[in-house]
């Protein structure tokens, strides 16, 4: 170790060991974008094109063709958010033969998928 020019300074030049590199998963990965159905606005997670399509829908989006894409290519998990502007909640009251409300059936997804 040189001599430093000031008295007052000290230098260490210890080796506290080999800080490695951790290798991660590159066949995880998220996608943000339309699609015309699914849950809106939240993370979730697909595991196979079969598994998008009965969530998100078939292939109508450059979401779905990118999904696709992913998963030909050798990836096997993807987290998938829905969105989109002006979703509305779809739902009908039905009633009985009396004409009184009996039960309001709500869409399990927002949007126009849920009409």
């Given at each position: 170790?040189?001599?430093?020019?000031?008295?007052?300074?000290?230098?260490?030049?210890?080796?506290?060991?080999?800080?490695?590199?951790?290798?991660?998963?590159?066949?995880?990965?998220?996608?943000?974008?339309?699609?015309?159905?699914?849950?809106?606005?939240?993370?979730?997670?697909v595991?196979?094109i079969?598994?998008?399509?009965?969530?998100?829908?078939?292939?109508?989006?450059?979401?779905?063709?990118?999904?696709?894409?992913?998963?030909?290519?050798?990836?096997?998990?993807?987290?998938?958010?829905?969105?989109?502007?002006?979703?509305?909640?779809?739902?009908?009251?039905?009633?009985?033969?009396?004409?009184?409300?009996?039960?309001?059936?709500?869409?399990?997804?927002?949007?126009?998928?849920?009409?």
């Open positions: 170790m040189p001599p430093s020019s000031n008295p007052s300074v000290y230098v260490d030049d210890s080796q506290r060991g080999v800080k490695t590199i951790s290798g991660v998963s590159t066949s995880v990965t998220a996608f943000v974008g339309c699609a015309r159905r699914g849950p809106a606005n939240r993370a979730t997670r595991s196979s079969t598994d998008f399509h009965r969530c998100f829908g078939g292939l109508n989006s450059e979401l779905s063709f990118a999904i696709h894409q992913f998963f030909l290519n050798g990836g096997t998990e993807a987290w998938v958010v829905r969105v989109g502007s002006n979703f509305k909640e779809s739902s009908r009251v039905l009633t009985d033969a009396g004409g009184a409300d009996s039960l309001i059936v709500s869409a399990l997804d927002p949007g126009e998928a849920g009409n």
